[in-house]
Every structure is written in C-alpha cells, then in structure tokens.
C-alpha cells in the first residue's frame, strides 16, 4: 500500500482506537520512546475503557513503562487540548471511522493501520501475552518506519 504521507516530516501524531487500552497507548509509548523529544505523541479512544495490564507487561518486557497511562476519549483531547496534529492513526476500523469524521472540520492527514485486537485472543495466560507481543512488535515497525522520515 503507497503511504500518501511517506514524505512529510510529522510533528504531531495521535494514536487512536475503540476504548485507548491497548493498542493505541501501546502506540503512543513506543512512539514516545523512540521519537518523544521531536515528535508530540498522544493517544485516545472513540469510548472510554479500562487500561489493560498485560499492554503494560508487554512494553515493560522491552524497557518502555506505559504504566501511568490514562485512558482518555477523542471528545477529553479535543476538550483538553484541541486536535492539532499532523497526523492521526487509527488502529480499529470505529476509530477510523471517528478519524474521518474529524478531517472535515480540520486539515489532518488520516493513516488507517490495521491491527489486531489482542484482547480477543483467548487461552493461557502465556497465549494471551504472546498476542499483545504480535501487536507491539507490529506497532513497533510501522512506527519506526513511518516517523523514522
């Protein structure tokens, strides 16, 4: 898939998802660890959920503490800070949807990201992890890539 965006350096970027409890802050994070002294990271969520304590354990297992992290919605941002970013990435379809919607009312460029929902992964403990270590390292590559330019 050509990245319509691949050559503009981003300066802000939002990470969003359905409830901001795994995969987005996941995002943010790892985009914070490697770009956060250039690059303004934040996440949100369509609705409000609970934060997940295994996202926590998988970024922990690579050195990133995403433990303090707290949930918040599109509509908490917006109210809180407004939405000036470059950039936001949606990780669900709801939350691309959502992204959409909001490029009428401002100029962002809108990346959809596919990504698995590991929380609908059922099994061992040990085969649950390993399903949020498939979405980190994946957010992981696409961020190096995509914020790397």
């Known amino acids: ?31 914070r ?18 934060v997940d304590p295994f996202m926590i354990t998988v970024l922990d297992e690579i050195g990133i503490d995403a433990s303090k992290h707290r949930v918040r919605t599109l509509e908490e941002l917006e109210d809180w800070e407004g939405l000036n970013f470059d950039l936001i990435v949606s990780l669900s379809p709801e939350a691309h949807h959502r992204a959409l919607e909001l490029t009428r009312t401002s100029a962002v460029e809108v990346e959809y990201w596919p990504t698995p929902d590991a929380t609908l992964v059922q099994g061992s403990r040990e085969q649950m992890l390993d399903a949020y270590r498939g979405v980190r390292d994946l957010l992981t590559r696409r961020i190096k890539e995509r914020l790397a330019r």
Do not use: W
């Open 33 to 50: 660890h490697f770009f956060g002294k250039s690059i303004y990271v934040q996440s949100a969520g369509v609705r409000k959920g609970d």
């Open 1 to 31: 898939m050509d990245d319509p965006g691949a050559g503009k350096r981003v300066g802000a970027v939002l990470f969003t998802c359905a409830y901001n409890a795994v995969r987005s802050p996941m995002a943010e994070a790892i985009a």
